[in-house]
Structure formats: structure tokens, C-alpha cells
């Protein structure tokens, strides 16, 4: 005969650890160039540029700001140590 069970620990199974998705380096570089697109933009506006002036320049930033992060914003991959007994 089993016993029963007295806390609810008892019944829950574990979960395994869960981890963030891998997003491409492509969509990192449209979510910076998006967001710095929109600050020179609205940056603009708010200083007074006019409406498409202000827009013209935030896109021209927003796909310099793509290219640059594109070309380099990724890490170099890390080389793996020698071992000792490996030529």
C-alpha cells in the first residue's frame, strides 16, 4: 500500500532549466538600427527639423547604423586551449 502524499512537492515533477532563444546577428542589427533610427528621428523632430527632413536622416542612420553593426558587431568565436598531449 502506498503512502500518501502530504505536501505538494511530492506530486510536481522538476522542470528542466529553460533558456532564451538564439536570435540571428541579422535581427540584432535591425533592432539597433531600428531604435537609433527612431531616437534621430524623433531627436529631430523635437528640435525643430522638419517632418521628412527628420525622417530622411533617422533611416540614412538607421542603415548606417545596420551596416556598421552587421560588419562588426559579432564576437570572434574563442579558440579552444591546446591539450597538452595534442600537436
Known amino acids: 500500500m502506498e503512502k500518501p502524499l502530504r505536501h505538494s512537492r511530492d506530486r510536481v515533477t522538476p522542470v528542466p532549466h529553460l533558456r532564451m532563444?538564439?536570435?540571428?546577428?541579422?535581427?540584432?542589427?535591425?533592432?539597433?538600427?531600428?531604435?537609433?533610427?527612431?531616437?534621430?528621428?524623433?531627436?529631430?523632430?523635437?528640435?525643430?527639423?522638419?517632418?521628412?527632413?527628420?525622417?530622411?536622416?533617422?533611416a540614412v542612420v538607421a542603415f548606417l547604423v545596420y551596416l556598421l553593426v552587421m560588419a562588426y558587431g559579432s564576437d570572434e568565436p574563442q579558440r579552444q586551449p591546446r591539450r597538452a598531449g595534442r600537436r
Not at 534621430?40 to 521628412?52: D, H, K, P, Q, T
Request: zero cysteines.
Open 21 to 58: 532563444p538564439a536570435f540571428s546577428h541579422g535581427v540584432w542589427s535591425f533592432v539597433w538600427a531600428l531604435v537609433f533610427g527612431l531616437y534621430v528621428w524623433l531627436g529631430g523632430l523635437a528640435i525643430g527639423v522638419a517632418g521628412g527632413t527628420a525622417f530622411i536622416f533617422g
